[in-house]
């Protein structure tokens, strides 16, 4: 399984996390472009059938991998449907923000997209799939 390990020392900085994120995001881009170019599209996040789920440790993971294990986590679930987005013609980006755990360098990962009526808008797919109550990661 092809996942790409953040490992960084505690706590974590939020530039690491933001920067990693984009990272991923650009993976995912590209991955949707090829697949959908050789005829095989890859379902919105929400029709894809993968659920949330907390992680113990960080690891970024793509969409393929996401996919193949049936869940993701809060920044798997940003960066897909930020690439998602992007590639719609909207103008999206993840960003992090401290968790509600209140723990020192744990943050959550969510995405903003830019409207025309209400400026940016926070978006949690987190909660659509499945997270309840406080991020845990």
């Known amino acids: 399984m092809n996942v790409i390990t953040f490992v960084c020392p505690l706590p974590v900085l939020p530039e690491y996390m ?6 991923i995001v650009l993976v995912n881009m590209r991955y949707l472009r090829d697949m959908a170019r050789l005829g095989t599209p890859i379902p919105d996040l929400y029709q894809a059938g993968v659920h949330y789920q907390a992680e113990r440790i960080e690891c970024f993971a793509p969409i393929y991998v996401v996919q193949q294990r049936g869940w993701g986590d809060c920044d798997d679930l940003s960066a897909w449907l930020t690439a998602e987005l992007r590639l719609k013609g909207l103008n999206a980006m993840p960003y992090v923000r401290p968790s509600k755990s209140g723990v020192k360098g ?13 400026g940016w808008v926070e978006v949690d797919p987190c909660v659509k799939l499945g997270m309840k109550g406080r991020p845990t990661e």
């Open 18 to 23: 933001q920067d990693a994120l984009e990272g």
């Open 106 to 118: 744990h943050y959550h990962a969510l995405v903003k997209v830019e409207t025309s009526d209400r």
